[in-house]
């Protein structure tokens, strides 16, 4: 007949068989790791240590800072020269309007008298194929007329607009004001108004075409 004692100690070992395996399982995770997992974790340990050891004063003195640089150094040298550009447009609007009502009075002012003189004069004042119809104009026709019939004109700008204006071309309409007196006769008035196109040749302002409207 089993004895107590012996009861006991079968029910313990059976104990010991069931619980064995779920030991063995609960400690499968704590094997050392394989040599591909160790490098890897060292690697990335590695990487690691890398970040950590950036020097971002070297990133912002050798990298970010001069490209800041260049940049502010672009960007001052484009605002530079859109001023530049502006203030030039501007001096360009301002001398055009002023020399094509100087010259536009000079092309139709003249007198009997001094006729030849006064166009010979106006014609340097013009540049390409408007130069050289006003030459035959003025030979042909206006010298002689004026000769003849003892013709005067005197012009007078009365108003002035630029159309247009760039570092070498511009644009100016202009309200002219032109008396003309033939003889003894009563002076006559004529206000046109004129398109004045003028070219710089040689850093001087030269019309070029000279459109009534």
């Known amino acids: 007949m089993t004895t107590l004692r012996e009861e006991a100690a ?3 070992e059976a104990d010991a068989e069931d619980i064995q395996p779920a030991v063995e399982h609960e400690t499968a995770p ?3 790791a394989s040599e591909d997992g160790a490098g890897a974790a060292a690697e990335e340990t590695g990487s690691q240590k890398v970040r950590r050891h950036i020097n971002w ?11 800041l640089a260049l940049m502010l150094g672009l960007a001052s040298g484009y605002f530079a020269w859109l001023y530049g550009s502006a203030k030039d447009r501007e001096l360009s609007r301002t001398e055009s309007v002023r020399i094509a009502g100087e010259d ?14 006064d166009l010979g004069t106006a014609r340097e004042r013009l540049t390409g194929d408007f130069k050289d119809a006003y ?8 010298i002689p007329g004026a ?3 003892h013709i005067s004109a005197t012009a007078k700008v009365t108003a002035a607009a630029p159309v247009s204006a760039t570092a070498n071309q511009a644009v100016v309409l202009l309200f002219v004001n032109q008396t003309v007196t033939i003889g003894d006769g009563a002076p006559t008035d004529t206000q046109p108004v004129i398109r ?4 710089k040749v040689k850093d001087r302002w030269l019309i070029s075409h000279f459109d009534p409207v």
């Open 30 to 32: 704590h094997e050392p």
């Open 196 to 199: 004045v196109t003028l070219e």
């Open 104 to 117: 536009t009075v000079a092309l139709l002012s003249y007198t009997a008298d001094s006729v030849d003189r």
């Open 147 to 149: 000769k003849q019939k």
């Open 10 to 12: 079968a029910v313990v």
């Open 57 to 67: 004063s070297r990133v912002l003195a050798f990298g970010v800072l001069p490209g």
């Open 135 to 142: 030459t035959t104009l003025t030979r042909e026709v206006v």
